[in-house]
């Protein structure tokens, strides 16, 4: 990019492509060092890591941002030692690198948000980076001793060697970018033996000498058992801001490499190694440099680029959300229209032949496969979300004196890009309340007879057509009694109030509660978890609590793949169409007269293979006129909730099943209890998708309905092995119990 000059508008273009790159970099980074704590890397993970420092460096450098360029000199400089073997992994120099890696975070987003951030900011990191270097230096000054070069490395390799010749002639934007020609030739004597010889013979008298223009170049024997892809590849960042010519000059032996070091001052003020080999041949001129690089300016990278999507199996391109999320909607228009047809084909209408239904059929595969392409580009492991959990556990269970480990399962499970965006925060939040006030200390832990370690475990998977996350900890539980306390006290609850298990549980979701016993910095059970609800429910999912007292608890979020296409079973209820979930259906039957029981404490259920399973009367929840009300004479509709358990729905009739398109209604109307959005049908109708694990808390005694109102409750009140027994009515008016 030398010598082009850019509008505001692709300035700004190319400030946005580096600060998604940022993220990503910063992604890989933190979850690499965290790996750091627990094993010793090896030379692909510190490769890994250095690289995503430079780069970020490297950008920083292209946009002004010098407060980072030169913390991420500092940083890059350790990761050098650390790759050499120079510096030894230890637990410290761990600590150290995650520190400076929060560090950077921080520095890009302050960068990206326009924040300037104190001179002095990170200094206590940067002391640290500078002593772990001077210390491996021989206490020499650390600006100075990190740019010194030692005896080049051995190759190691033993297949063919070749000796290339390399010319490399920096530009000023070079260095004006944060780049170091000295670490690029550290970079290259990794791939071999090399003779280097610096060519200083541009360099004018001290009064002519402009300290941001480029006197020096290099001329590079390296023999090596490497390809030219791979020599081109160390120079992969710095391509446009240099002359770079690689050549073959012959099959050989190890070049010797004994050289000697002289310090010069470079162009930026700070003392360089010149690498100078007695008899060596002639510096390459300048000029003659600049004529060959010429040949071939761009195809290192292509080159680059090709193989490494060949020894990745598989590339990737950038693509605007906004576009993904434009295609996303013409294809849900698409699947509309689809409908629509289908429709007129089913009704019969004129013009409509044997020809054109197969037409139709064939229509409707086609855009089903292109549904289920597009709607994969959005989708994304929750990997990204979860590699940021070991940090945060890391940090404050350090700041607590609690020892805590975290497990994570699942991290490969995919899921809706916008659902990714919107985890992290509930997520985090929850971790923050099992290390807090969910794990005990370890003293307390071993007086109850468990292991000082605590665990927490997250864990993604697939259920049906949602993922099912849970945040698990093995520390003290939830003590009801003092949460329906607190609740009454609060006047949450009246004085009164029977409450099941579940139901206490649940109330930790109310606005405000806590049972803390003291305020921290960190959290407080129940503070914040109904903005964690909200969260969850705006995403069309539901969390749900299990706590065990003394053994630990449990929380569920059950969140839609996707928030663009259902696949749904149409049913009918008088005049009405509504749509169920197909991955919630378990089967359909028509009851007879003695599968059909009445609870002596209101509601009704059905018997089905020994298992008694609640019946819900969806015609009466939505007051849905002329619907069939004898559960003998319609259908049941058995359907399975997030948790195992099951309830079932009286309908008139399944119309068929369908794929429709998602709207949200709550951009225009107030949330609808048992509706989780709305579509549109083939034939121009509006149907309202309903909600399952809401419809059952719908139909639940009205005792419990003030505690579901003020708390929204979303949990499947049923399936628990704790649930009360209630006894069941037969037809002879006896009484029998059944768990519901």
Avoid at 147 to 166: D, K, L, Y
Avoid at 194 to 204: F, H, R
Avoid at 380 to 394: C, D, G, I, W, Y
Wanted: with cysteine; charged share 25%.
């Amino acid at each position: 990019m030398s010598g082009q000059s850019f509008g505001n508008d692709e300035l700004a273009q190319f400030k946005r492509t580096f600060f998604e790159e940022c993220t990503e970099l910063l992604a890989d980074l933190d979850e690499r060092l965290a790996l750091m704590q627990e094993e010793v890397a090896d030379s692909e993970a510190l490769n890994a890591i250095f690289r995503a420092v430079h780069s970020i460096k490297a950008g920083a450098g292209a946009f002004g941002f010098m407060q980072l360029v030169e913390f991420a000199h500092r940083y890059e400089a350790l990761l050098d030692h650390l790759r050499d073997g120079a510096i030894p992994q230890t637990k410290h120099v761990a600590d150290v690198l995650i520190r400076a890696g929060d560090i950077l975070a921080a520095m890009v987003e302050a960068a990206q948000g326009e924040v300037a951030l104190d001179a002095s900011y990170g200094a206590d990191v940067r002391a640290d980076l500078d002593q772990i270097l001077s210390e491996i230096q021989g206490g020499g000054d650390t600006e100075t001793n990190a740019h010194q070069e030692t005896a080049p490395e051995q190759s190691g390799g033993s297949g063919s060697r070749q000796t290339f010749s390399i010319e490399f002639r920096p530009h000023s934007v070079l260095f004006r970018h944060g780049n170091d020609p000295l670490l690029l030739i550290r970079e290259l004597k990794r791939l071999g033996d090399a003779v280097v010889t610096c060519d200083y013979s541009q360099l004018p008298h001290l009064t002519s000498l402009e300290p941001e223009d480029s006197y020096l170049s290099w001329s590079i024997l390296l023999a090596t058992d490497h390809g030219e892809d791979e020599i081109r590849e160390v120079f992969e960042f710095v391509e446009d801001d240099c002359d770079l010519k690689v050549t073959v000059v012959a099959q050989a032996e190890a070049v010797d490499a004994d050289v000697e070091t002289a310090p010069v001052q470079d162009q930026s003020g700070q003392e360089a190694a010149v690498q100078q080999k007695p008899d060596a041949p002639e510096p390459v001129e300048p000029a003659a440099i600049s004529q060959q690089s010429s040949t071939a300016p761009k195809a290192p990278a292509e080159a680059g680029s090709k193989q490494a999507a060949a020894q990745g199996g598989m590339s990737s391109i950038r693509v605007d959300l906004e576009r993904v999320d434009r295609l996303v909607n013409v294809v849900g228009e698409l699947v509309i229209m689809q409908s629509m047809q289908a429709q007129q084909a089913s009704d019969g209408r004129p013009g409509t032949t044997g020809m054109s239904l197969q037409g139709h059929e064939e229509m409707a595969r086609v855009i089903r496969e292109l549904q289920e392409c597009v709607m994969a580009i959005r989708m994304q492991p929750v990997k990204s979300v979860f590699a940021r959990m070991p940090r945060l556990v890391r940090e404050v269970s350090g700041k607590l004196g609690k020892q805590i480990r975290l497990i994570t399962e699942g991290e490969q499970t995919e899921v809706d890009k916008t659902v990714i965006e919107e985890l992290a925060d509930p997520l985090t939040h929850m971790i923050r309340n099992a290390i807090d006030h969910g794990i005990e200390d370890p003293d307390v832990r071993v007086e109850n007879g468990k292991k000082p370690l605590g665990t927490i475990k997250l864990s993604a998977r697939h259920a049906g057509g949602n993922i099912i996350i849970q945040v698990t900890d093995n520390g003290k539980g939830i003590n009801r009694d003092t949460l329906l306390k607190k609740a009454v006290e609060k006047g949450i609850v009246p004085s009164d109030a029977k409450l099941s298990d579940e139901e206490i549980d649940d109330l930790i979701f109310a606005p405000g509660f806590s049972t803390a016993q003291s305020v921290t910095d960190v959290s407080g059970r129940g503070v914040g978890m109904d903005v964690v609800r909200r969260n969850i429910n705006n995403l069309g999912g539901r969390i749900s609590v299990q706590s065990s007292f003394g053994k630990g608890t449990r929380f569920t979020l059950t969140i839609p793949l996707t928030l663009a296409v259902l696949d749904g079973m149409l049913v009918a209820l008088g005049a009405e169409t509504y749509i169920l979930p197909l991955t919630s259906i378990v089967e359909s039957f028509r009851p007879t007269t003695e599968q059909f029981r009445a609870l002596a404490g209101g509601g009704e259920v059905v018997a089905m293979r020994g298992e008694y399973i609640r019946l819900i009367r969806i015609h009466q929840l939505f007051n849905v006129p002329d619907a069939i009300s004898d559960p003998c004479k319609g259908l049941v509709v058995v359907t399975e909730t997030a948790n195992g358990g099951k309830v079932a729905l009286l309908i008139d009739e399944l119309i068929g099943q369908q794929q429709v398109v998602i709207k949200s209604i709550q951009e225009n109307f107030d949330p609808v209890p048992g509706v989780s959005g709305a579509t549109i049908l083939g034939n121009g109708r509006v149907a309202l998708i309903l909600d399952i694990e809401q419809l059952k808390m719908l139909q639940v005694p009205a005792h419990r309905e003030v505690v579901a109102a003020r708390t929204k409750l979303s949990e499947d009140l049923g399936s628990s092995p704790s649930s009360p027994a209630v006894p069941l009515t037969n037809s002879d008016g006896s009484q029998s119990p059944a768990t519901v």
